[in-house]
């Protein structure tokens, strides 16, 4: 995470003099992460979609506002698409968090993309019933790689309690799966 | 689950990315909203100069402004030619130029619009014609005021006590600078005679024109806030504002979009000394339903800041 700092703080500035190129290059750098957080944080890839928008028109907005505290940018990102989340899903409560459906990646290995989308919608319906908290700890270390003091400075908190979220999410997340755990076995099984 | 299982499944959502189509309808969204973001920016006051760079960078978010600016209607980059072009108005540092620019525009995207027409493509000639109506308006914002109510004082026989036919600045022939400045065909122009004060001869001077003239019409900022609510009362993000009363078939026939809270605030600018009734119209697609729904508020602005009615959305139809 800290390799990009510099480069995205200049980024960051250019963008805040009205370099819409600075920022269009924020996007490119941050659009995937940004999206899998919103992935982990919607009932479907459509929502997800809409939200990484809302978190990248949000920043915008807030361009202005933003002050380098040696935070990197995607801390920052990662907090508005967090607060994005929990005001859609304000909006939007009551709609089911079980209507996750995964688009084929192509229509050539259709097998394969179903297979796939099994697991994926397996493991993302147990991510979703965690606390908040524990999902973002599980997704920024195991799906982004972030180590502990990098999800540290994200999400400011001690190193210390980020290895107690992981640990506990990690049990959570392994009871949730018990539960649904044959499917993602399988699937396990047969890609390795 | 062993514990390599889990991480290793957990790995595979770090696969999953946005999609091809999904991308290109954000940086379409992120552009317009750069553009009417620093578009209002300059109209807050920080200067035309400034917005060089921002289109100038736009070239560079958008890939290639080569190819935008070709784009036909049909294309997926006319959203993006729509705003540079529209951005490209503010290039221009004289207003007769702009207006100039501005008919253009209107010109080659009504052309557009037939085009697309002819070709058999109904969306895409929908999408130039709502072009050709933003242009209109931004048109309208440029164009030369005309206070036809009050016509200009001709300083003539009762204003001064001896009048001196040589001496009366009438409007007439080679004497009117601003009608050729205007490029509206649409408009007469009442130009407002710039009295060019050839010596009086006669040594009593009363100064008619100057006490009795009307003032020239200035422009000034105006901001237009409101707030959009659904029938339930809870405040709409994301919802188009337009001043057309048909819904907008492309985002950059919205004016501006409300806010999480669900407001709006529109800055342009009003000619002094004018009444202007505005009327609003808010559309609002549901990302989950395609369901669309609509409202309208009207008011008359009467000082720099005007607050509109509530709109509630409705379903349309």
Known sequence: MGSGTGADAALVLAAQAGDAGA?????????QPVYRYCLARSSSSHEAEDLVSEVFLKAMESLARYRDQGLPFIAFLYRVARNAAIDRSR????????DMTIEPRSSVDVEGDAARASDMETVLAALRKLKPEYREVILLRFVEGYSAADVATVLDKAEKAIWNLQQRGLERLRKELKRSGAQVLAGLAVDR | MNDDRLLFA???????????????????????????RALTMARRGLGVRRLVPVVAALVLFAGSAGTALGATADSPLWDTRVALESAGAFLRLSNDDRVAYLLDLVRSRTDEATRQQAAGHPDAAAKARAAASSALVQ?????????????????????????VPSASPTP????????????????????TPTPVRTPTPTPVRTEPPVTTATPAPTKQPVTITGTVHDASGASVFNVCISTSPTPPTS??????????????TINASATTGTSYTITLYAYFT?????????????????????VMPLITLTPRR
Do not use: Q
């Not at chain 2, 309208?140 to 001709?154: C, L, Q, R």
């Not at chain 2, 007439?172 to 130009?191: D, K, L």
């Not at chain 2, 339903?289 to 508020?297: E, N, Y």
């Open chain 1, 91 to 98: 909006r939007d409560r009551g709609a089911s968090l079980f």
């Open chain 1, 23 to 31: 920022f269009g290059e924020l996007y490119e750098r941050y659009r």
């Open chain 2, 10 to 36: 957990l790995k595979r959502l770090g696969d999953e990315e946005l999609s091809a189509r999904s991308d290109r309808k954000i940086r379409t969204r992120l552009e317009t909203a750069w553009t009417v």
């Open chain 2, 172 to 191: 007439a022939g080679s004497a009117t600078p601003s009608s050729t400045a205007s490029p509206m065909p649409a408009h007469t122009v009442v130009p």
């Open chain 2, 286 to 306: 549901d990302p989950a339903t395609g369901a669309l729904s609509s409202g309208s508020a009207t008011a008359t602005m009467t000082a720099p800041t005007t």
């Open chain 2, 139 to 163: 048109l309208g914002d440029n164009a030369p005021k005309i206070e036809t109510s009050v016509p200009p004082p001709a300083p003539t026989a009762s204003a001064s006590p001896t009048p």
């Open chain 2, 251 to 264: 985002s950059t026939a919205c004016s501006v979009r409300t806010t999480t809270n669900g407001t709006y």
